[in-house]
T-cell receptor, first 112, second 119 residues
Framework: AQTVTQSQPEMSVQEAETVTLSCTYDTSENNYYLFWYKQPPSRQMILVIR??????QNATENRFSVNFQKAAKSFSLKISDSQLGDTAMYFCAFWGAQKLVFGQGTRLTINP | EAGVAQSPRYKIIEKRQSVAFWCNPI?????LYWYQQILGQGPKLLIQFQNNGVVDDSQLPKDRFSAERLKGVDSTLKIQPAKLEDSAVYLCASSLNPLAGAHIQETQYFGPGTRLLVL
């Protein structure tokens, strides 16, 4: 069974700083996808970034980028120039064997 | 493009009562998912539909939970009778058309969720 672990329950940084959220996963699958989802207090889950396991190049979306280390089964999210609107729960998720599995989440607070 | 719609947004019931949630996916999305998100945890898949057929309900507590998607569009999730541990947010998501058996992943789009409190 696939498992996703987020070891940082909470993080807090100042606005404009860079922050990195950690995620590790365990799987025997070779073809899979990894995601970071953002869930603001309103609860709407929003896709932040997506990475295909077969791609060596790390995905980027504006201020968001990932560090995908397939051998280490690590998938961290870097948020550059953090903004107040980035305050939310962030979930790492793994898709493989036709199922999406989420980590426990990291509560990120951006302070003014 | 309209997103995934869910209702109600909040529901408070007594234990042993029944409750139903409704979800309308994004137009044209063949696959629909129901997740349970307990406070402080990530969402957990309860059931997945492909059109009006069930693809995966392995984590659905079938003694009390049921779900249907009769016309392959909107869906209802029912709990009867509810227990205290069912207190959670119930999220509905949809995706375009991930092919069963193929390693193709379509992005899942989530609704705002229904927060259930069982007293």
């Amino acid at each position: 069974a696939q498992t996703v672990t987020q070891s940082q329950p909470e993080m807090s940084v100042q606005e404009a700083e860079t922050v990195t959220l950690s995620c590790t996963y365990d799987t025997s699958e070779n073809n899979y996808y990894l995601f970071w989802y953002k869930q603001p207090p309103s609860r709407q889950m929003i896709l932040v970034i997506r990475q295909e396991a077969y791609k060596q190049q790390n995905a980027t979306e504006n201020r968001f980028s990932v560090n995908f280390q397939k051998a280490a089964k690590s998938f961290s999210l870097k948020i550059s120039d953090s903004q107040l609107g980035d305050t939310a729960m962030y979930f790492c998720a793994f898709w493989g064997a036709q199922k999406l599995v989420f980590g426990q989440g990291t509560r990120l607070t951006i302070n003014p | 493009e309209a997103g995934v719609a869910q209702s109600p947004r909040y529901k408070i019931i007594e234990k042993r009562q029944s409750v139903a949630f409704w979800c309308n996916p994004i137009s044209g999305h063949a696959t629909l998912y129901w997740y349970q998100q307990i406070l402080g945890q990530g969402p957990k898949l309860l059931i997945q539909f492909q059109n009006n057929g069930v693809v995966d309900d392995s984590q659905l507590p079938k003694d009390r939970f049921s779900a249907e998607r009769l016309k392959g569009v909107d869906s209802t999730l029912k709990i009867q009778p509810a227990k205290l541990e069912d207190s959670a947010v119930y999220l509905c998501a949809s995706s375009l058309n991930p092919l069963a058996g193929a390693h193709i992943q379509e992005t899942q789009y989530f609704g705002p969720g229904t927060r259930l409190l069982v007293l």
